[in-house]
């Protein structure tokens, strides 16, 4: 995740959204929502989750 975050922040303006699909139990989803978090607050980019076919897409914006 923090490679999808590093992209969004260095395509200097061309790239203005960027989803990292990951699979994780539904019992880890708040590790995943606070690792997500903090990726966010350390790129200074938007973040949101959201179920998707067993997995989660993690979209980062900016």
């Known amino acids: 995740m923090r490679t999808g975050a590093a992209t969004?922040?260095?395509g200097a303006g061309r790239i203005?959204?960027?989803t990292v699909v990951c699979e994780v139990d539904y019992a880890e989803l708040n590790v995943l929502e606070c690792l997500v978090a903090d990726?966010?607050?350390e790129f200074g980019?938007?973040?949101s989750i959201?179920?998707?076919s067993g997995?989660?897409?993690v979209r980062f914006s900016a």
């Open 55 to 57: 997995a989660y897409a």
């Open 45 to 47: 980019v938007c973040a």
């Open 16 to 18: 203005t959204a960027t």
């Open 39 to 41: 990726i966010a607050d």
């Open 8 to 10: 969004l922040c260095n």
């Open 50 to 52: 959201r179920e998707a």
